[in-house]
C-alpha cells in the first residue's frame, strides 16, 4: 500500500472547569497500517478520561414539574463532616448517617398551586407550612424556580395570609447553579425580594436581600445509607439582611449561612446537602438530609432501668433505649404511687423515679417520630420490696436476700434477668454448705431448712458480678 503521510490536528475541550481550558494537540505523522494504532489510542483515551470521575451538572439534573423526590433527615451529631475534607477525587464517607424522618420534594406547576396569578411557566416547591413573623403568620409557603441551560433559580416565593395568596416577586433572582457546573467553578450572585400586598391587609411589610457565593471546592466519590455515588461538591455563602417594616418601626435582621452539597446526574436534588452555620472556624450544623428511597423508621420502643428491686423512697433512673431516633416520649407506670425526681417528667427521653409505697408497678414507653409509633409494656417491672430494713432483708443493687433469718426457705430476688446465676452458702468455718445454680429467672427459692442454725455467707456469681451477704439460719 502506497506510503503516505497524514498531518492530525486534534483539539479536544475538556469540560472541567470553564476557568481553566485545557487543549491537547496531538499531530502524528501516520503510514500505513497506524490508523488502527490511534483508534485504539482514542479509546484508551476515553477510558482514562471518564476513569477519573469527574461529572458535569447541567439543567438535566434539575427536577420538572411532576417529580416527586423523597429525601431522609437525618440525625445532626456525629455525622462525620469536615467543611475542610474537599478537593480533586476525594472519597466521602457517610454511610452511618442515622434516618431520622423522611419527606417528598412534591415539584408542580405554578398553575397548580394558589399563587398560579402571579407566576407563569415555573416549577413549584412548597417549602413550609406556615411562618409566624411576630404580629403576622403566613402559611402555605412555596418557592418558584426557573430553570435553562444557563441556570437553575428561584424567582418568586409565594405566602398566604388570611387565605389570601401573596407573590414576592424577585427583583434579583437567586441563582442557585449555573451551568456548565464543574469542579473549579465560582460565582457571586445578589438577590432580593419584597412580599407584596395588593389587598392591602398586610400589618407587616417583609423583604429580603443578600448574596449567594457558590464554589464548586471538590469533586470524587460519595457514600450514604443510600448508595455510592460520583459527585461534585457546591459549599454555597449566603449572606442576608431581612428587612422587617411594622407600622413606622423597621428594622433588619442580618444573618449568613451555608449550604454543602453533593451533587451528581440524574438524581434531580442533592443525593446529600448539609446546611448550618460557622462561627469562627466552628461549624454548626442545622440541618443533614440524603437523597433516599422509602424505608421504615418507626421507632422500636424499649427501655432500661437501672435496678428493678428497690426500697421505699430509693430513687430508680429508667433510660430510653429505642431505635429510630424517636422525637416524643410518653411514659406510664402504675399504679401511680411514684412522682418525678431530678428533673424529668412524663415527656422526657430518660425518667427518674421514687417509688412511695410498697408494691410491683408495670412500666410502659411510647416512643413516636413523623414516620410512626410504638409501645413498649413491661408488666411487673420494677419491686418495690415489703421488706424495708435489714434485719428482714440484705442485698446489693444486684440482689435481694429475704427473709432475714431465714427458717425453711430463703428467697433471692434478682436487679434484672441474667443467663445464669450460681448461689454457694458458706458457714463460718469457709466450708462450702450449699451449691445451686439458676437459669434465666428473675428470682431464686433456697431450701435452708436441714442447715445447722446460725450465721452464713450467700455469695452470688453472674457473668457480670459477684457479691456476698449475711444470713442468719434458725
Known sequence: MRNFTVKLLINIWLIRKKTSKLHIRLIFSLKSGMLKTVKIFFLLFAVVNCANGQITITQNDMPSNGDQIRYTNAQTQNTGFSATKTGSNQTWDFSKLVP???????????????????????IGLKTQDSLNLFIATFSDIYDFYKKNKDKWSIVGRGFTYSKIPLPANFTKEDIIYKFPLNYGDIDTNDYAFKLSDPTGTLPISFK????RINTVDGWGSLTTPHGNFDCVRIKSKITYIDSIKVSNFSF????????????TNGEKIPVLQIDGTQTFNTFTISSVKFRDDKRDITPVADFQADKTLILPGQPINIKDRSTNSPTLHIWDISPGNFH??????????????????FGSYNVKLKAENSAGSSTRTKSNYITVSKLASIETAVGTDNFLLYPNPAADKLYARFGQVFEKIEI??????????????????????????????????????????????????E
Open 208 to 211: 429580603e436581600y443578600g448574596t
Open 100 to 122: 431520622n424522618s423522611q419527606d417528598v420534594y412534591n415539584f408542580k406547576s405554578s398553575l397548580q398551586t394558589s399563587y398560579l396569578l402571579y407566576f407563569f411557566n415555573t
Open 252 to 263: 433588619g435582621i442580618p444573618g449568613t449561612r451555608y449550604e454543602y452539597k453533593w451533587l
Open 424 to 473: 454457694e452458702l458458706y458457714d463460718l468455718t469457709g466450708r462450702k454448705v450449699l451449691n445451686q445454680s439458676f437459669s434465666n429467672c428473675p428470682q431464686a427459692e433456697i431450701e435452708v431448712k436441714n442447715l445447722t442454725p446460725g450465721i452464713y455467707v450467700v455469695q452470688i456469681k453472674s457473668n457480670k458480678f459477684t457479691e456476698s451477704q449475711l444470713v442468719k439460719v
Open 340 to 357: 418525678y425526681v431530678n428533673g424529668s417528667n412524663v415527656g422526657s427521653p430518660d425518667i427518674t423515679v421514687v417509688f412511695d409505697t
